[in-house]
């Protein structure tokens, strides 16, 4: 019940396209849900993250669309550049537990 | 603003050595603080937490440790590694009731 299952495990995107990926969870109390992105050799950054009091948040090219019934969020970006080429994780956690949930990621690779 | 150090950046150790890496936080006071590891193309895995000065919540049974001997600083130790201790070890800070968490840069470590 505490796990965030995360897909697909890797994407290639042409430049322009749209990348998604999906995150799913069980834990009902998950009240703050992150994603965050990885390049190689690098700390995860931190990139958006919505409260399940909202459907959707955007910032820039990045969207969170957030589905509470089904349990679901996912992370869209838009106008995928070669740049975005990186780990992302999603996460879940629980006010006042400080413990973060993580999925086991997803290795994105946009084509030039 | 907050900054996160991790040191050293790499570190290659034989079997059977000690361990310490070393994590500190500035900007900011009585931060959670997190230890997570991360093998080559995986996910991250929670080790520890520690929401306090001598406060340390273990999350994966194993031969490391964790101790906070400071309100912003945070210790990974290990008496004697293991071939499987390999990772990049990652330090991550959020602040108090805020959740959003933050990752350092990271320390590579390689056990031959």
């Known amino acids: 019940q505490q796990q965030v299952k995360q897909s697909p495990q890797s994407l290639i995107v042409q430049k322009g396209g749209i990348s998604i990926i999906n995150c799913a969870y069980e834990?009902?109390?998950?009240?703050?849900f992150p994603w965050y992105q990885q390049f190689p050799g690098k700390g995860p950054a931190l990139l958006i993250a919505?409260?399940?009091?909202?459907s959707e948040k955007k910032e820039g090219r990045f969207t969170i669309s957030f589905n509470k019934s089904a349990k679901q969020f996912s992370l869209h970006i838009m106008d995928s550049q070669p740049g975005d080429s990186a780990t992302y994780f999603c996460a879940a956690v629980t006010s006042g537990t400080y413990k973060y949930i993580f999925g086991t990621g997803t290795r994105l690779k946009v084509l030039a | 603003s907050q900054t996160i150090h991790q040191w050293p950046a790499t570190l290659v150790q034989p079997v059977g050595s000690p361990l310490s890496l070393e994590c500190t936080v500035e900007g900011t006071s009585n931060p959670n603080l997190y230890w997570y590891r991360q093998a080559a193309g995986r996910g991250l895995q929670l080790l520890f937490y520690s929401v306090g000065i001598g406060q340390i919540s273990s999350e994966v049974p194993q031969n490391l440790s964790a101790s906070r001997p400071q309100d912003r600083q945070f210790i990974l130790s290990s008496k004697k590694l293991l071939l499987s201790d390999s990772g990049f070890y990652l330090c991550a800070w959020a602040g108090g009731v805020r959740l959003e968490q933050y990752f350092g840069p990271g320390t590579r470590l390689t056990v031959t």
């Open positions: 919505i409260r399940p009091d909202v």
């Open positions: 834990n009902t109390a998950f009240d703050y």
